[in-house]
């Protein structure tokens, strides 16, 4: 289902900057969380939430801080760069993208959302992991997020999953 919706070149930009990590390039400068809107027809970042590894740096745990962004009212988009450790191999830091459309929020809004995800996909070709959160039951803890992550996670965000599969 199409809702005419389109993807601002600012979104497009963001997601490409963010898969597109350069090992030269200044980590503290790195983008690891952004928040999308829809806004006047078009999907846009939510101002002031793009979230850089500097503007992280003070944050004791970087996970918290991504479910803290999960507004109960309101509907978002949100690309975060997870980084987590499985029992394999040491680190893993991989591009989660997440359609928040919590229950209390107006149904006019979770629908506009769920109709305009696929434009937004399409930008996002080669990202690893969706999760569509409607309660932050469904991925609010770090085991059940862990789990999306994949089998052997031990670790999201430097704190340790409580139970090791």
Not at 137 to 143: I, T
């Amino acid at each position: 289902m199409a809702s005419g919706v389109v993807v601002s070149d600012d979104v497009k930009d963001i997601i490409t900057e963010m898969k597109v990590v350069k090992n030269d390039a200044d980590q503290m400068e790195r983008i690891r969380l952004v928040v999308f809107e829809i806004k006047d027809g078009a999907i846009v970042i939510e101002e002031g939430k793009v979230f850089r590894e500097k503007d992280l740096a003070d944050k004791e745990d970087i996970f918290k801080f991504f479910l803290s962004l999960l507004d109960p009212q309101t509907c978002r988009y949100m690309l975060y760069d997870c980084h987590f450790e499985t029992k394999e191999s040491s680190r893993k830091e991989e591009l989660v993208f997440v359609m928040w459309a919590p229950e209390s929020s107006p149904i006019k809004a979770k629908m506009q959302y769920a109709s305009s995800k696929d434009s937004i996909k399409k930008v996002l070709s080669g990202i690893k992991h969706e999760l569509q959160m409607n309660d932050l039951s469904d991925y609010g803890n770090r085991d059940n997020f862990a789990e999306r992550m994949g089998k052997g996670v031990i670790r999201v965000e430097g704190h340790p999953v409580s139970s090791h599969r």
